[in-house]
């Protein structure tokens, strides 16, 4: 019984560490200005960069064919101007507060939207996919962006802003961007519990090694195309 609770409680601990998971990679030591009206960057951090689920994603999904979308009411009612704009909330995600908050940009746009100019691009953007997660399954049962599509789609923004800025001086913006993850919880809410597919091959535990080994791979990825 006592063991149960352990692994129940590891588990529950778990969860929440990756629901909350937010890495950041940065060159920047500077201290943070709170946010402004109109953003304006006094620090090193040059722009951010986006990767994970539901939880980041500012509307990936509205682009590709998936059943996991969020553009319509009653999402997006505390967004500018009522707009649901595939944010899986009623306004802006964590990572619009933060990219705020240094000033970089009032928001966080999809890298998919075809509508973004060069200087959107080159402040940041989002590659997250709402259902995506670590386990290479978890996207497939929810026909979403995998992580690592969206480790491509980093590599086709860097070709990008060389073609505007040259390769030094997009290997310059690129060390001073902030990078930040959200992902995991689809892992488990999904493809473990809904759809118990990985529940026949790994207990509990196993998966949780599983799932943090997929994160290791993807920071050491990211780090290599960095």
Avoid: W
């Avoid at 996991?68 to 009411?73: E, G, L, V």
């Amino acid at each position: 019984m006592r063991s149960h609770h352990r692994h129940s409680s590891s588990y529950v601990s778990f969860i929440l560490f990756l629901f909350l998971f937010f890495i950041s990679f940065s060159s920047s030591t500077s201290k943070l200005e709170p946010a402004k009206s109109e953003p304006k960057r006094k620090h090193s951090v040059s722009a951010i960069l986006v990767f994970g689920d539901s939880t980041v994603d500012p509307g990936n999904n509205n682009y590709i064919d998936t059943v996991f979308k969020c553009n319509f009411p009653p999402y997006g009612l505390d967004f500018r101007n009522k707009t649901p704009t595939g944010r899986f909330c009623n306004g802006r995600l964590v990572t619009d507060f933060i990219a705020s908050y240094i000033g970089v940009k009032e928001n966080v746009p999809p890298y998919l939207d075809p509508n973004l100019g060069i200087n959107e691009l080159i402040s940041g953007v989002s590659f997250a996919s709402a259902g995506s997660g670590y386990d290479p399954l978890t996207p497939t049962i929810t026909n979403v962006i995998d992580i690592p599509t969206q480790l491509e789609y980093f590599r086709e923004y860097k070709r990008k802003l060389e073609g505007k800025m040259g390769k030094q001086e997009m290997e310059k913006h690129i060390e001073e961007a902030m990078f930040c993850v959200s992902a995991g919880t689809n892992d488990f809410v999904i493809n473990y519990f809904t759809i118990p597919i990985r529940r026949k091959t790994f207990t509990i535990e196993a998966y949780q090694q599983f799932v943090i080994s997929n994160l290791k791979q993807f920071i050491q990825v990211k780090i290599l195309i960095s």
